[in-house]
């Protein structure tokens, strides 16, 4: 026959644990505001449960939009085709907005896929407004007018730049 063995948690922490299951059930069996308490808890458990779908939901939704969105970008570059000047223009505008600080100061001329640039933005956006023009689908080509301004609220400077 086998010996028997007891396991003990070391260092009488059973007696704290003994004493917290006690205290919990006593907690939630107390006969004037148990039924309350249980009550909270389990709304609060289901209200967690809810909270947790909703969240999972939204981060697939995302995932989901993204993706497609991915698709899109790649099977629009793989149709290429001609773009209306009109289209082009727009497509500029809305890549400017997102490249520099004052959109509104740049005028956009597209035709046939060449898109002049003119107005006066800040010296050091002028690479980075080119760039995002030079990478927007359909743009052939980018003529640089842009008038250099010294600071972001300055005029243009005595030599242009």
Same mark, same amino acid.
Do not use: K
């Given at each position: 026959?086998?010996?028997? %063995?007891?396991?003990? !948690?070391?260092?009488?922490?059973?007696?704290?644990?003994?004493?917290?299951?006690?205290?919990?059930?006593?907690?939630?069996?107390?006969? /004037?505001?148990?039924? +309350?308490? @249980?009550?909270?808890?389990?709304?609060?458990?289901?209200?967690?449960?809810?909270?947790?779908? =909703? $969240?999972?939901?939204?981060?697939? =939704?995302?995932?989901?939009?993204?993706?497609?969105?991915?698709?899109?970008?790649?099977?629009? @570059?793989?149709?290429?085709?001609?773009?209306?000047?009109?289209? +082009?223009?727009?497509?500029? @505008?809305?890549?400017?907005? +997102?490249?520099?600080?004052?959109?509104?100061?740049?005028?956009? /001329?597209?035709?046939?896929?060449?898109? !002049?640039?003119?107005?006066?933005?800040?010296?050091? =956006?002028?690479?980075?407004?080119?760039?995002?023009?030079?990478? %927007?689908?359909?743009?052939?080509?980018?003529?640089? $007018?842009?008038?250099?301004?010294?600071?972001?609220?300055? %005029?243009?400077?005595?030599?242009?730049?």
């Amino acid at each position: 026959m086998r010996p028997r %063995t007891t396991a003990t !948690v070391p260092g009488g922490l059973g007696w704290l644990a003994a004493f917290g299951i006690g205290t919990l059930v006593m907690y939630f069996a107390d006969p /004037d505001r148990g039924a +309350l308490r @249980r009550g909270q808890a389990r709304d609060q458990a289901f209200a967690g449960m809810r909270r947790a779908r =909703e $969240q999972v939901r939204r981060t697939v =939704e995302d995932a989901r939009h993204r993706a497609s969105g991915a698709v899109s970008s790649v099977a629009g @570059r793989w149709r290429g085709g001609p773009v209306s000047d009109t289209v +082009l223009g727009e497509r500029v @505008r809305a890549r400017l907005g +997102l490249a520099c600080t004052c959109p509104d100061g740049v005028d956009v /001329d597209a035709r046939n896929g060449t898109i !002049v640039l003119r107005g006066s933005v800040p010296r050091d =956006e002028i690479a980075q407004i080119v760039r995002a023009v030079t990478w %927007t689908p359909g743009v052939r080509m980018v003529d640089d $007018q842009l008038e250099a301004r010294a600071d972001g609220r300055g %005029t243009p400077t005595a030599s242009g730049m």
